[in-house]
């Protein structure tokens, strides 16, 4: 049966790939993975499927981080559950860094040894006044660079979120995954829309890096 190409394009839009379950007529290795994380202070289960569709399960018991790990795999393009049961009568700091221990070891895992992947990735995402930048390297070595300082409320939702945890998360996510990532604010004032347009960059600038676009691994070291 002749391979409709356009149908694809279609689905996913002029200059993306279709997800990378099938390249140039030849299967890969399903990238999917499962893991839980038990301490004293979070009980967590994560599930990512990189090739997905972007349906999300995301119950953290803080409203505002669970919308933005949503938007993650949203425009991730990745299937992504992921509960916990954290000491939020404490703080939310520990179920929010550890949500990001646990997701980057995931993703680490279903990515596998990433032979094919793009790797690079970068890109601007506006949300009204708010546009963030994220450039995002599959390297390997972890680092992340994160110049977001917003200037407006600093608590958001109910239970309360402190957004400067976001950048906790994002840094137990580059730690655990490998990833180098820079995110930087270029311009806004409403903290939420600062927050979430981060977010969303992020999850495009990964969607891009993780497309499968060859068969070689893009690194000369031969290891990623």
């Known amino acids: 049966m002749e391979h409709d190409e356009s149908s694809e394009r279609g689905l996913w839009g002029a200059g993306w790939a279709a997800p990378c379950a099938i390249l140039d007529g030849v ?18 289960s994560v599930s990512v499927d990189v090739d997905g569709d972007g349906t999300t399960d995301c119950r953290t018991g803080l409203p505002f981080f669970d919308h933005m790990l949503d938007q993650l795999g949203r425009h991730g393009g990745m299937d992504l559950t992921l509960h916990a049961d954290g000491d939020l009568q404490i703080d939310s700091h520990h179920t929010v860094e550890d949500s990001g221990i646990i997701l980057g070891e995931v993703l680490r895992q279903a990515l596998g040894d990433k032979r094919g992947v793009r790797r690079f990735a970068s890109i601007r995402v506006p949300l009204d006044e708010a546009v963030v930048e994220a450039v995002l390297d599959l390297s390997g070595r972890p680092y992340l660079h994160y110049d977001i300082d917003p200037p407006g409320e600093k608590i958001l939702g109910d239970p309360p979120f402190d957004p400067q945890l976001m950048e906790e998360f994002w840094r137990a996510f580059v730690m655990s995954s490998g990833i180098t990532l820079h995110l930087t604010l270029v311009r806004g004032r409403n903290t939420h829309h600062i927050i979430e347009a981060s977010v969303k960059a992020a999850a495009r600038a990964l969607r891009d890096a993780v497309r499968v676009e060859g068969t070689t691994l893009p690194s000369t070291k031969g290891t990623l």
């Open 27 to 44: 299967s890969q290795t399903p990238r999917t993975a499962t893991a839980d994380r038990v301490t004293k202070e979070t009980t967590i």
